[in-house]
């Protein structure tokens, strides 16, 4: 992700991690923001496109995501663009995970 008035680099966003059980393709998502550019909103409009793109043309079946319990901004997020939490901490991280409509 980079500044449109500068070109500086202010964030990444992108799968990783892709992995087949069965025939169904299940990546995680990472993303990072720098902090300035936090509460603006750029990260849920990058990730809405990035899950689209995983669902509609990688045929992805699940995404999920992990998060450090004191990251409440990632939370937020998360829970916002509908991923569901995990109910137990595994390796002191929150597991988020969401499904595809399409398939």
């Known amino acids: 992700m980079f500044d449109k008035r500068n070109n500086n680099l202010i964030g990444t966003c992108g799968f ?7 025939d169904n393709l299940i990546v995680e998502v ?3 923001l720098s902090k300035p550019y936090w509460g603006k ?3 849920r409009e990058v990730m809405i496109e990035v899950i689209r793109f995983g669902f509609t043309k ?11 319990p004191e990251n409440e901004r990632s939370i937020k997020l998360l829970s916002k663009l509908g ?7 595994k390796d002191n991280l929150i597991y988020f995970y969401l499904l595809s409509a399409v398939n």
């Open 83 to 89: 991923f569901k939490r995990e109910l137990e901490l």
């Open 16 to 22: 990783h991690y892709l992995r087949r059980t069965n």
């Open 41 to 43: 909103g750029l990260m």
């Open 30 to 32: 990472g993303f990072d």
């Open 58 to 68: 990688m045929g992805i079946f699940i995404i999920d995501a992990t998060v450090e």
